[in-house]
């Protein structure tokens, strides 16, 4: 059974860089889309972007190219960094696996709280 | 329009079957996927490619589609459905893309 743990900073100020790293546990990188999703705090999902075991990325537009998203396929992880972070970025993170159309595996869940 | 449209809120007996739609035009040609997520957990996967269930999931849940309209029928609803669901799809430029979400309330 795959799973999926995620770590990284909780709390940030305004204008720093959001970090998060998600390690792939009982599968392989390879034919998934390793994904992104943000919850704000009594919102709905929000996509925020994958990425391939080829390195291939493919982000929301709406993020206006401050997130990056990189995969180690040594170590079995990949990573979200989402640049000059405000209030707004405040939320739930999620990484979850991508499948068919689909994000059948993920993360528990990692709070972000953006406040000076 | 990429956007996925969800009715906020839906109530059902307990016991009965209810159905939660999404609409969207991106549904005439991608298929659609439904999440449950109940407060404080992760979006559970119920249903897949419009119709699919992955395994471990009680047979209560089905999914349908026609049209621009994708649904999630709950059969025999029980108090333990109660949730958010969230229906979630795809544009032509391969953006990923989440309906409002319906919050399920089993009276």
């Known amino acids: 059974q795959v799973q999926l743990q995620q770590w990284g900073a909780g709390l940030l100020k305004p204008s720093e860089t959001l970090s998060l790293t998600c390690g792939v546990f009982?599968?392989?990188?390879?034919?998934?889309?390793w994904t992104w999703v943000r919850q704000p705090p009594g919102k709905g999902l929000e996509w925020i972007g994958e990425i391939l075991d080829s390195g291939y990325t493919n982000n929301n537009p709406s993020l206006k190219s401050r997130a990056t998203i990189s995969i180690d396929t040594s170590d079995n992880h990949f990573s979200l960094r989402l640049a000059s972070v405000t209030a707004a970025d405040t939320g739930i993170y999620f990484c979850?696996?991508?499948?068919?159309?689909?994000?059948?595996?993920w993360g528990q869940g990692t709070l972000v709280n953006v406040s000076s | 329009s990429s956007e996925l449209t969800q009715d906020p809120v839906v109530s059902v007996a307990l016991g009965q079957t209810v159905r939660i739609t999404c609409r969207g035009d991106n549904l005439r040609t991608y298929f659609a996927s439904w999440y449950q997520q109940k407060p404080g957990q992760a979006p559970i996967l119920v249903i897949y490619?419009?119709?699919t269930r992955p395994s471990g999931i009680p047979n209560r849940f089905s999914g349908s589609g026609s049209g621009n309209t994708a649904s999630l029928t709950i059969s025999g609803t029980q108090a333990g459905d109660e949730a958010d669901y969230y229906c979630?799809?795809?544009?032509?430029?391969?953006?990923?893309?989440f309906g409002g979400g319906t919050r399920l309330t089993v009276l």
């Open positions: 979850a696996r991508g499948y068919s159309n689909a994000f059948d595996f």
């Open positions: 009982g599968g392989t990188l390879s034919g998934y889309r």
């Open positions: 979630h799809s795809r544009d032509a430029s391969e953006r990923r893309i």
């Open positions: 490619n419009r119709s």
